[in-house]
């Protein structure tokens, strides 16, 4: 009964399942609660969203695609209830195909819609005795073809894309000729009228070395700047 009431009380009050499995993790809505008695855990399977279960392990993901079709990374729904096409929610796509079981993809962070990405870090956990699969493949015979698994490792349990993150690098490309755009080009370029290259170059200067960002945080955020 106290198991069951604390599960209650992180899921907001909302009706849950609870199944029994060894050496899981327990997850409920959002974030992962971890609630154990002996050598067994508790799998909150809530909404049918996602859960995780059995003895698991951990695998890195670097993934790259093309923004353009999609609305950012992080899954998200419409007012209608109906899901809109992301990153996160093909990947998730993919693995719940080959695993027959819905699983959590997270990412090293978000992005808005349009944006490209040459290295997104990611982790998943799935079933250990799925590890011999060559997953790359597997995967990427599954994905659309914007997005693609560039590489795929196997890390250790307490490893998290998104709080071991060191660092991101954004590039940006600029057209500056107005008579015209490469096709090939049109999807990565933003198209500006003539720059003064030297006037931007000294104004780079003011941002060089280490600098607090705070200012340009979200309200709420709960990084440490």
Same mark, same amino acid.
């Given at each position: 009964?106290?198991?069951?009431?604390?599960?209650?009380?992180?899921?907001?009050? @909302?009706?849950?399942?609870?199944?029994?499995?060894?050496?899981?993790?327990?997850?409920?809505?959002?974030?992962?609660?971890?609630?154990?008695?002996?050598?067994?855990?508790?799998?909150?399977?809530? @909404?049918?969203?996602?859960?995780?279960?059995?003895?698991?392990?951990?695998?890195?993901?670097?993934?790259?695609?093309?923004?353009?079709?999609?609305?950012?990374?992080?899954?998200?729904?419409?007012?209608?209830?109906?899901?809109?096409?992301?990153?996160?929610?093909?990947?998730?796509?993919?693995?719940?195909?080959?695993?027959?079981?819905?699983?959590?993809?997270?990412?090293?962070?978000?992005?808005?819609?349009?944006?490209?990405?040459?290295?997104?870090?990611?982790?998943?956990?799935?079933?250990?005795?799925?590890?011999?699969?060559?997953?790359?493949?597997?995967?990427?015979?599954?994905?659309?073809?914007?997005?693609?698994?560039?590489?795929?490792?196997?890390?250790?349990?307490?490893?998290?894309?998104?709080?071991?993150?060191?660092?991101?690098?954004?590039?940006?490309?600029?057209?500056?000729?107005?008579?015209?755009?490469?096709?090939?080009?049109?999807?990565?370029?933003?198209?500006?009228?003539?720059?003064?290259?030297?006037?931007?170059?000294?104004?780079?200067?003011?941002?060089?070395?280490?600098?607090?960002?705070?200012?340009?945080?979200?309200?709420?955020?709960?990084?440490?700047?």
């Amino acid at each position: 009964a106290y198991l069951l009431c604390s599960l209650k009380y992180f899921c907001g009050g @909302k009706h849950i399942i609870l199944k029994q499995y060894p050496l899981a993790t327990a997850a409920c809505n959002a974030f992962t609660v971890g609630v154990g008695l002996g050598s067994w855990v508790f799998v909150v399977d809530y @909404k049918k969203r996602w859960f995780v279960v059995g003895d698991v392990v951990r695998l890195k993901l670097l993934v790259a695609y093309k923004g353009t079709r999609f609305k950012g990374w992080q899954i998200q729904s419409r007012p209608d209830g109906k899901d809109v096409r992301t990153v996160q929610g093909c990947l998730e796509q993919a693995f719940e195909k080959i695993l027959r079981e819905p699983v959590r993809v997270h990412g090293s962070g978000r992005t808005d819609s349009g944006v490209h990405a040459l290295g997104q870090v990611a982790h998943v956990d799935i079933p250990s005795d799925r590890l011999s699969v060559d997953w790359q493949r597997a995967l990427n015979g599954l994905l659309p073809g914007d997005v693609s698994i560039v590489e795929v490792e196997q890390v250790a349990d307490d490893f998290h894309a998104r709080f071991h993150s060191k660092g991101k690098i954004y590039t940006y490309h600029l057209w500056e000729c107005k008579r015209y755009v490469l096709p090939q080009r049109s999807h990565y370029v933003w198209s500006v009228p003539p720059l003064d290259h030297d006037a931007m170059q000294q104004a780079a200067q003011i941002l060089m070395g280490t600098h607090d960002f705070a200012a340009f945080q979200n309200v709420g955020t709960d990084v440490n700047s």
